[in-house]
């Protein structure tokens, strides 16, 4: 990553115009729970950071490769002529590549349970296409269960990015874990504004 | 497991009362897809199928005692008094311990389509305490968040079941993640009932 957060047009993490988390951080505590996060796996998820820092393009070329290979996945960056929109793509690929930073890195406060709520509210269609001025999508939505079912290729695709720096597979192994833990609990926040009120 | 399905109650599966899926079988693929499905997971699916075998009470004990730890995960087995209702937790028991068999071992057909439906309705509030003849739960609803999380737990766990066998770690390892990915397409599946319209 070349580029510093607070230049990458729409990531507004922090910032006030976020939207606020209807979530409490003890209802945040709780979930951590539920996908059984421990403090070890916040110290292997930074370990994770700086072995994955200098690799977020070749993260992102391969996970936007899988995108690209399935017309059913690439769709909802198409426009409504099913032509992919390119400025789209590389727009949401900056703040993606942020993204897995900030997974491995940030603390897991307000700001970050807000930004979690923003990127669920960015899938959906309460706010998909808008922050990067898409006039012409063919989708107005992410549909929530491919928001899932990404958990498997967002998880299982790091593994090979994390052995490249030397590690043993034991801390590989414990780097992985977190990993996969974080994105699940990242993925059941974003969930939110999909649901039915009183089910979430 | 010494119980056949037939003899599970509340088990419907392939049966004419269990709910029809909106999903297609066409769907179903494009969502295998997502979860980086492939014809070798379905051979190390049913390895693990007679790996955990022999091992599904012992499994079932670590699930129930995580889920019993932890009031806020408990309370969805609880009566409005905030009692554990022994009856539902053992019904439900049975029937999961059949569902991890089921998950390794069942064709991804039209019927298994459908008792995934049958499954999400089971956790929302369309059917939750329905089955199991539950007239004082505590708890109309299996919150979505948690439904979504517990694929950390449910995949994580059964690593140290799956080597238990005697296989190399390459093979445990192949198991282990045709079992992830074929958690975490089940969840997408289950989380149909909880989302609006036009999202899912
Ligand atoms: C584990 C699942 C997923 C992860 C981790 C993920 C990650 C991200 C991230 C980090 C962003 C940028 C957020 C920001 O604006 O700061 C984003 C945006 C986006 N993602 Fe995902 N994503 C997931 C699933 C999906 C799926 C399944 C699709 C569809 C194939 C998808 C399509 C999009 C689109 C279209 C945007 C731009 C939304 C907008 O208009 O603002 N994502 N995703
Ligand atoms: C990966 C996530 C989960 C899996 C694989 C799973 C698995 C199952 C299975 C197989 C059943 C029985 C289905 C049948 O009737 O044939 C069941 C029922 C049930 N589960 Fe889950 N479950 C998950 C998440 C959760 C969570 C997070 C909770 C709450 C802490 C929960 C609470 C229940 C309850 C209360 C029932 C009984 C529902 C009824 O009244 O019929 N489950 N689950």
Same mark, same amino acid.
């Given at each position: 990553? %070349?580029?510093?957060?607070?230049? /990458? #047009?729409?990531?507004? =993490?922090?910032?006030?115009?976020?939207? +606020? %988390?209807?979530?409490?951080?003890?209802?945040?505590?709780?979930?951590?729970?539920?996908? !059984?996060?421990?403090?070890?796996?916040?110290?292997? @998820?930074?370990?994770?950071?700086?072995? !994955?820092?200098?690799? /977020?393009?070749?993260? !992102?070329? !391969?996970? =936007?490769?899988?995108?690209?290979?399935?017309?059913?996945?690439?769709?909802?960056?198409?426009?409504?002529?099913?032509?992919? /929109?390119?400025?789209?793509?590389?727009?949401?690929?900056?703040?993606?590549?942020?993204?897995? @930073?900030?997974?491995? $890195?940030? #603390?897991?406060?307000?700001?970050?349970?807000?930004?979690? =709520?923003? /990127?669920?509210?960015?899938?959906?269609?309460?706010? *998909?296409?808008?922050?990067?001025?898409?006039?012409? %999508?063919?989708?107005?939505?992410?549909? @929530?269960? =491919?928001?899932?079912?990404? &958990?498997?290729? &967002?998880?299982?695709?790091? +593994?090979?990015? @994390?052995? $490249?720096?030397?590690? %043993?597979?034991?801390?590989?192994? *414990?780097?992985?874990?977190?990993?996969?833990?974080?994105?699940?609990?990242?993925?059941?926040?974003?969930?939110? #504004?999909?649901? *039915?009120?009183?089910?979430?």
């Amino acid at each position: 990553m %070349s580029t510093t957060p607070a230049t /990458i #047009p729409g990531y507004t =993490y922090g910032q006030a115009d976020t939207a +606020r %988390s209807p979530l409490t951080l003890e209802e945040l505590r709780q979930l951590e729970q539920a996908v !059984l996060w421990t403090p070890e796996d916040e110290q292997y @998820l930074r370990q994770a950071g700086d072995v !994955l820092a200098d690799q /977020i393009e070749a993260i !992102l070329d !391969l996970w =936007y490769g899988f995108v690209a290979a399935h017309p059913h996945l690439l769709r909802y960056f198409t426009d409504a002529q099913g032509q992919p /929109i390119a400025e789209y793509l590389a727009a949401v690929r900056r703040r993606f590549g942020q993204w897995i @930073l900030d997974t491995c $890195r940030r #603390p897991r406060d307000q700001d970050w349970l807000n930004y979690q =709520y923003e /990127i669920g509210l960015r899938h959906h269609r309460t706010k *998909k296409n808008q922050t990067d001025h898409v006039t012409n %999508s063919a989708t107005p939505v992410v549909p @929530l269960r =491919y928001l899932v079912a990404f &958990i498997a290729p &967002i998880t299982i695709t790091l +593994r090979d990015f @994390l052995a $490249r720096k030397g590690h %043993s597979p034991a801390e590989v192994d *414990k780097m992985y874990h977190a990993w996969f833990k974080a994105v699940t609990l990242q993925v059941a926040l974003w969930c939110q #504004p999909y649901v *039915k009120d009183g089910d979430y």
